[in-house]
């Protein structure tokens, strides 16, 4: 008689750190101290398929960012950089093979941006970059990132509705293409040299067209469609290649499947992948879509897509593709099923996922079936072992990128007969700790913005009449200058925030040293001549974690930083509870600017919408209900700095278009709570109060009759890095009557313009917009820049505003 037995290890503990091993930076392995389970007559172990669709690339530590930085600044090497980045592409694999992950990506690793390493792939470098063939190097590469002391970057706007930025490619009707980056194939072949086999990822050829625009100069009617014949020709070499080395799976991304598109944009996808799919054979292919639901004519585009084995669905943020799914999926095809969030950081509900999971593998099959994030991690924070200032029960509630690995294969291995009952009952018993605790709830909170929904909470005059009012006790000249906020954040700066957190100075120390800074920035703007004043925001680490630190309902990571755009990191704020405000939170900063200066000071304040969408919002209550709580708080701070004599307010909206859905159908809905969230923050300040707004690097033209509803005194707007995009919805006939500032420099880029640059761009927008409502401004704030850029760069844009201010008299 035999006895059929398996084997399998689980940990012992619940929710036990996972260990490190050595390597340059920190890798999760599964726990040391196991114990040994026998299951007789149990039957054998299927291959469990678990999929990561891409990771962060930053580090645990930031590593890549400082890099970055000292590479830029010149203080390192080349050759520097890329040892940082090949160690931490090196432990990321490491890490997720150690985890149990079965298809693990490569190539979503950059050094800057995803989009633009596909536009290097493609060879596709704007002429004005003087690129000639071959290899592109760092110098081009990060000149059309980040500009140069001659030449401008390129545009840079949000992906989808994310906090990322990508880098728009500029195409024209003779794009030559050419295969110039083998990023790809070098980083499938470095991983396959660790021991890794990965699955390479692009950014989908047809996703790739639909984000691009036309060059400037090129007519309007240009579709960068006209072009996929030229790019899959590239794909194609791309492909080939990576069969060659050795890939068996690759996987590419076409999230543009997911928006509202026409007929003729979906047939792309099936032109582009009926091109490609003799390139194809030989390997499995995944095409991964995510960010929202997929409409039903485009899932029956993708599911019909040649040569393709497997689909990638977003199923935390596209739960009606569920029902796509259930009603029809291609028989023999690999389900990428993104059942864990990639967007945010709060633990995986493994029951209810597992169930989700248990209803896809009947109906696609069980070999067929692969647990997988929603998106990429590249949006949530790296490793949650890194978290010292976060209390347990808190920390016990979520899961960062590395944390989700394990959500992944922890599913993936339950599918398969092996589930973890510790580790699945640990996270049951945490997620009726959220449910349950005390401190997630204030019902005087849920009353009071309940309480909101009877009212628009407008303003009692119209704009018009309040600018009047506003004038005469302003007086500010034609063409006022401002700024958007902040001034350069330098080392010491940093420092003194960094000591006082710490206790190594006192508060008064560190109020003398805040002050010292303010008072410098005021004095600087003052000699510069600029009309309205910031305080250049010396006492804030970031415009969102400033206001959480002093709201309730948040929480804060130690190295919870999530990529923005190149080098540029943010650490959002996590909100787990009901938000107040329990005391004022800036009024002592801006009254002590005010007082050193007869001119107005703005009073800085974020947005709801804003700090909603640049938060770790909690899932366990529709966003609106949040969005309003944090409005509240905020009217609060409006209020106090009124009273406080502050007769000039800036309440940034920075990410109001981030937020807008994918989806058409959802979108009104967005936008009525958004708009609202922002005028019950100012709906009972007096006439002669100025609320400023400011918003950044989005496409705003299809939102333009929602800013208006914002009811603004004045917006202030990235307009120069886009090709002054914004002018055009003004020269087609859109009426606005309040203040608007068009940035009229691009802050992003080292490179300073001169005074005659700005005045032509302001001509432009004297073009569309009246003398009187328009103001002169940079495009965001100046945290990330150096004096040395800035000080010029204000000064020209003070000499562009006196001159044509002296044009419009002389012209009068």
């Not at 071959?134 to 992906?159: Q, V």
């Not at 509705?161 to 024209?172: A, C, G, K, Q, S």
């Not at 899961?399 to 092996?418: M, N, P, R, S």
């Amino acid at each position: 008689m035999s006895i059929r037995f398996s084997l399998y290890v689980v940990p012992i503990k619940a929710r036990e750190p996972l260990s490190t091993i050595s390597v340059p930076f920190p890798v999760r392995r599964l726990p040391p101290r196991r114990s040994v389970r026998c299951c007789f007559n149990a039957p054998p172990l299927r291959n469990m398929a678990s999929h990561v669709v891409g990771y962060p690339r930053m580090g645990p530590k930031r590593e890549l960012k400082f890099a970055l930085e000292s590479f830029w600044d010149g203080k390192s090497t080349a050759e520097d950089l890329q040892k940082v980045a090949a160690d931490l592409r090196a432990s990321i694999w490491k890490q997720m093979s150690g985890a149990g992950i079965k298809y693990i990506p490569s190539n979503t690793f950059s050094y800057y941006d995803q989009v633009l390493d596909t536009t290097a792939m493609l060879g596709a470098v704007p002429d004005r970059y003087g690129y000639t063939g071959g290899e592109i190097g760092h110098d081009i590469y990060f000149s059309m990132a980040r500009g140069n002391a001659t030449l401008p970057a390129m545009e840079m706007t949000k992906w989808f509705d994310t906090n990322y930025h990508f880098i728009v490619p500029e195409l024209r009707p003779n794009t030559k293409f050419s295969y110039g980056s083998h990023k790809a194939v070098s980083e499938y072949k470095e991983a396959k040299a660790l021991g890794v086999d990965t699955v390479p990822v692009l950014v989908g050829p047809v996703t790739y067209l639909l984000l691009s625009k036309p060059a400037k100069g090129v007519e309007k009617s240009f579709s960068p469609l006209s072009l996929l014949p030229s790019v899959l020709s590239v794909y194609k070499e791309v492909i080939a290649e990576l069969k060659e080395a050795g890939a068996s799976w690759i996987q590419l991304d076409e999230p543009t499947l997911v928006l509202d598109l026409e007929a003729q944009k979906l047939e792309a996808f099936t032109q582009a992948y009926g091109e490609l799919a003799s390139s194809f054979s030989g390997l499995n292919v995944v095409v991964e879509t995510y960010f929202a639901d997929i409409p039903a004519d485009a899932y029956k585009t993708l599911t019909s897509l040649s040569g393709v084995s497997g689909f990638g669905f977003d199923l935390v943020r596209g739960a009606k593709t569920l029902e796509l799914i259930k009603s029809e999926f291609p028989a023999g095809k690999f389900l990428f099923a993104g059942v864990v969030d990639g967007r945010n950081i709060w633990a995986n509900d493994l029951a209810a996922s597992l169930t989700v999971l248990e209803t896809l593998e009947s109906l696609v099959g069980k070999d067929k079936l692969v647990v997988s994030t929603s998106c990429s991690l590249l949006h949530t924070a790296v490793d949650l072992i890194n978290e010292t200032k976060l209390d347990d029960e808190i920390k016990s509630w979520l899961a960062f990128a590395a944390q989700k690995i394990v959500e992944v294969d922890a599913l993936a291995k339950a599918l398969v007969g092996q589930k973890n009952e510790a580790y699945f009952s640990a996270n049951a018993a945490a997620q009726a700790s959220r449910r349950t605790s005390p401190r997630v709830t204030n019902d005087a909170v849920q009353k009071a913005a309940a309480a909101l929904r009877g009212s628009d909470h407008r303003r009692a005059t119209n704009v018009s009449a309040r600018l009047e009012a506003q004038q005469k006790k302003l007086n500010l000249p034609i063409l006022p200058t401002t700024t958007i906020g902040s001034f350069p954040q330098t080392i010491e700066l940093r420092r003194v925030r960094r000591e006082v957190k710490a206790k190594k100075i006192s508060e008064e120390e560190y109020v003398a040293a805040i002050k010292e800074e303010i008072s410098k920035v005021v004095k600087l703007q003052e000699d510069l001549d600029i009309d309205v004043l910031v305080h250049g925001e010396p006492e804030r680490n970031d415009m969102v974690e400033y206001f959480g630190e002093q709201l309730s309902g948040f929480a804060f990571s130690a190295n919870g930083w999530v990529q923005s755009y190149g080098s540029r990191c943010v650490k959002p704020p996590i909100i787990y509870g009901d938000v107040s405000r329990p005391k004022p939170m800036t009024v002592f900063w801006s009254t002590m600017a005010q007082s050193m200066t007869q001119r107005p000071m703005k009073g800085m304040l974020t947005g709801p919408v804003t700090i909603l969408n640049w938060s770790f919002v909690r899932n366990d209550q529709p966003r609106f209900e949040t969005c309003y709580q944090i409005a509240l708080a905020i009217q609060k701070e409006v209020e106090d700095l009124e009273a406080n004599g502050i007769t000039v307010i800036q309440i940034d909206e920075a990410a109001l278009r981030e937020g807008l859905p994918l989806r058409k159908s959802e979108q009104a809905f967005y936008l009525d709570w958004a708009v609202h969230s922002f005028r019950i923050t100012n709906c009972s300040v007096k006439d002669t109060t100025q609320i400023h707004t400011h918003m950044c690097y989005s496409n705003f033209n299809d939102i333009i009759h929602s800013i208006i509803d914002m009811d603004a005194d004045v917006i202030t707007i990235e307009n120069s890095r886009s090709d002054e995009k914004l002018l055009s919805v003004f020269r087609e006939g859109v009426k606005y009557g309040a203040g608007i500032g068009p940035g009229v420099y691009d802050i992003h880029s080292p490179r300073i313009p001169s005074a005659e640059e700005i005045a032509d761009r302001v001509k432009k927008m004297l073009a569309v917009l009246d003398n009187n409502i328009l103001w002169v401004n940079p495009d965001c704030g100046l945290k990330t820049r150096k004096y040395a850029e800035v000080l010029p760069a204000l000064a020209a844009m003070v000499s562009a505003a006196k001159l044509l201010r002296a044009d419009l008299a002389s012209t009068n």
